[in-house]
């Protein structure tokens, strides 16, 4: 009995201690449609997240790497959509446990959204993407890869 309640006191520990470590969000993390791998590193304390992979890196003619087509800034239009940092500006909220006050561009649609996010218990990525309020908006969980 002994021998479980130190199992179960250094379990809850290892946790705690893995959600508190801001950094855990760094590295490679494949995304919910499992389409896109983004890597997260962090830049002047806070976190930032570019697309290096694409599943189908090609527009529909086949031919050229996909583009940034719906970019609302014309100027960004022609630019692949491989390298774009699509998370910006995360920070680490010790009190809430989470990262916050960040950004999230969909290249799909050209829009950019406000966004939270926390490493779950099972060590996948939960995103919010929202406008306003973050009672709306669309969760997505992204499951840590490799380059």
């Known amino acids: 009995m002994k021998y479980a309640l130190t199992l179960v006191a250094s379990l809850f520990i290892s946790l705690s201690a893995l959600a508190q470590n ?3 969000i ?6 919910e449609p499992g389409d896109a791998k983004v890597e997260i ?6 976190y930032f997240g570019k697309i290096i992979w694409l599943k189908n890196d090609k527009e ?8 940034d087509n719906n970019n609302p800034d014309e100027s960004l239009r022609n630019r692949r959509v ?14 809430d446990q989470e990262y916050d006050d960040g950004e999230i561009y969909d290249p799909r649609s050209g829009s950019t959204y406000s966004l939270y996010g926390y490493i779950q218990n099972d060590g996948k990525l939960f995103l919010k993407g929202y406008i306003g309020f973050s009672l709306i908006g ?7 890869s490799s380059k």
């Not at 760094?26 to 995304?31: H, I, Q, R, S």
């Not at 529909?60 to 583009?67: C, H, M, Q, V």
Request: hydrophobic share 35%; no cysteine.
């Open 60 to 67: 529909e003619d086949g031919s050229s790497p996909n583009r």
């Open 138 to 144: 669309r969760s997505t969980i992204w499951t840590r």
């Open 22 to 24: 801001p950094d855990a």
């Open 41 to 46: 590193y962090k830049q002047n304390g806070k």
């Open 26 to 31: 760094l590295g490679v993390w494949l995304n």
């Open 82 to 95: 491989i390298g774009i940092n699509i998370l910006k500006n995360l920070v680490w909220d010790a009190d």
